[in-house]
Nanobody, 127 residues
Framework: QVQLVESGGGWVQAGGSLRLSCAAS????????MGWFRQAPGKERAFVAA????????VYAESVKGRFTISRDNAKNTVYLQMNSLKPEDTAVYYC????????????????????WGQGTQVTVSS
């Protein structure tokens, strides 16, 4: 079992920045890929960014390329999402997720590729 806890969400004006954190516990964090997803009211959960177990590979949704950066600190069992130049359309609940396959070569961008999810943290961007 894995427990994931997101933090860092909040209310910001358009153009501002936030850094989300996801702390993991319950298994060997460094052996698994991690991802960030978001869900706006009435919408399906959508892929945002993912990072491989080694940290060498990253993938971003087209809508956030150049603005968001995913990273991980295995010593702290934590994955981060740095969000810059925020837009109102970024408003959503943001979830972190842990891959269910150890040391997967490819970065997963689909929800069914992840076995463990955090509770979510709200990000609201005003215009």
């Amino acid at each position: 079992q894995v427990q994931l806890v997101e933090s860092g969400g909040g209310w910001v004006q358009a153009g501002g920045s936030l850094r989300l954190s996801c702390a993991a516990s319950g298994r060997t964090f460094s052996s698994y890929g991690m991802g960030w997803f978001r869900q706006a009211p009435g919408k399906e959960r959508a892929f945002v960014a993912a990072i491989s177990w080694s940290g060498a590979g990253t993938v971003y949704a087209e809508s956030v390329k150049g603005r968001f950066t995913i990273s991980r600190d295995n010593a702290k069992n934590t994955v981060y999402l740095q969000m810059n130049s925020l837009k109102p359309e970024d408003t959503a609940v943001y979830y972190c997720a842990a891959d269910g396959v150890v040391r997967r070569t490819r970065v997963v961008i689909t929800t069914n590729g992840y076995d463990y999810w955090g509770q979510g943290t709200q990000v609201t961007v005003s215009s």
